[in-house]
């Protein structure tokens, strides 16, 4: 059978999806290949992660024969998102696109967002992701079976985000554009869904378990928050060959949650 080469972005943290990501897309054989950007994690309140333990931690899951490599890319820049594309086709043909990285931060509601914080927040969660999927595009070989490309987008079309607009805006162009660009690349033989993967908590909701234990009790019927296992079960079923008829398609995996 032929191995698969997958390129996921937004691998930085042990806690985050997109380690479950990698974890799981290594535990099923394929070649992968990770962006991370450690800078981004650092001006968070949940801070970093020690990236070379990332990357040895994943590396306990390569299955013999597979690739996996890793880059440092700040998709703040155009000229390193575009930086990408040797990158790609130095491992390539990739098969699979899973496009999980997010901008955080920097936000606020309507009144008190500031031009700036529109500017990175579109440049990462909107712009790097169609670019990459352009440079995806170049260099997909449609002989070796199905492309697939996977957004991340958030709960915004589900109920209001008031306090988050600019990430809210930057990541519902994502789901909104997944139709368009499922249509454009069917005939390329590459199928274009997108995630929303739910109120997980990667680091940034610890906060009392009293405080948890009344927000769940009230919000999720069944008990618990989504993990980044849900996610990654997800992406597993989507990037199998169970879910080549899957395309245009928004899935929103919350477990419920109540708004």
Not at 48 to 72: M, P, R, T
Not at 82 to 89: A, D, G, K, P, R
Not at 190 to 195: K, S
């Amino acid at each position: 059978m032929q191995r698969k080469t997958v390129l996921i972005t937004g691998v930085s943290r042990r806690r985050g999806i997109g380690y479950s990501l990698a974890k799981r897309c290594l535990s099923l054989g394929m070649n992968v290949l990770i962006q991370h950007y450690v800078g981004h994690d650092e001006r968070q309140p949940w801070g970093k992660d020690d990236i070379s333990q990332v990357i040895k931690s994943l590396e306990q899951y390569k299955q013999d024969g597979a690739v996996f490599a890793n880059q440092s890319v700040n998709f703040e820049s155009d000229e390193a998102i575009l930086s990408m594309e040797s990158w790609m086709n130095e491992y390539g043909p990739i098969d699979y696109l899973v496009c999980n990285h997010a901008m955080s931060g920097h936000d606020g509601d309507i009144e008190s967002l500031k031009p700036s914080w529109l500017d990175q927040h579109y440049q990462v969660n909107t712009k790097a992701s169609m670019l990459l999927i352009q440079m995806f595009v170049r260099q997909f070989e449609p002989t070796r079976g199905l492309g697939k490309v996977l957004l991340f987008t958030s709960g915004q079309s589900l109920g209001p985000m008031s306090d988050e607009i600019c990430y809210a805006l930057s990541k519902g162009a994502n789901s909104e554009i997944t139709k368009s660009l499922a249509h454009h690349l069917a005939p390329k033989n590459i199928t274009v869904n997108c995630i929303n993967p739910g109120v997980t908590n990667t680091g940034y909701l610890d906060e009392p378990v009293q405080v948890q234990r009344l927000w769940i009790k009230d919000s999720f019927p069944f008990g618990r928050m989504s993990t980044p296992n849900d996610t990654a079960n997800l992406v597993e079923f989507l990037l199998s060959d169970k879910g080549d008829w899957m395309t245009g398609q928004v899935f929103h995996s919350e477990g419920g949650f109540i708004r």
